[in-house]
């Protein structure tokens, strides 16, 4: 399974972005899509996640950052409003897949950049 992951960019703080990723090559059907981000010096973490029709968030972000899945069900969109500096991460998109077991496919991450 491919990820392909669009949007990155550069920001001022309380604009916003939008993040797409299409997932493409899998046999299986995806069952969660979910976005992650990493920060300089800091570990990767949730930011937002999507399965048939529930989603999640991590903490603080539920208000600010909307996670959506195309009709298609193979892409996932993040809509960002209100980024602040400390939103500046490279953000990965992510696919679960369960087939014969369950896989975890990774994009190659999108840098977003909030300036102050």
């Known amino acids: 399974v491919q990820l392909q992951a669009s949007g990155r960019g550069l920001v001022q703080a309380g604009g916003s972005l939008r993040l797409s990723c299409v997932a493409s090559g899998s046999r299986y059907g995806i069952n969660a899509m979910n976005w992650y981000r990493q920060a300089p010096g800091k570990q990767r973490e949730l930011v937002a996640g999507i399965a048939g029709g529930s989603t999640n968030y991590g903490d603080s972000l539920q208000g600010r950052f909307t996670i959506s899945r195309g009709n298609a069900g193979n892409t996932v969109y993040l809509q960002m409003n209100n980024l602040q500096v400390e939103d500046t991460a490279v953000y990965y998109c992510?696919?679960?897949?369960?087939?014969?077991?369950?896989?975890?496919?990774w994009g190659q991450g999108t840098l977003v950049t909030v300036s102050s």
């Open positions: 992510n696919a679960v897949v369960i087939g014969r077991g369950v896989s975890n496919y």
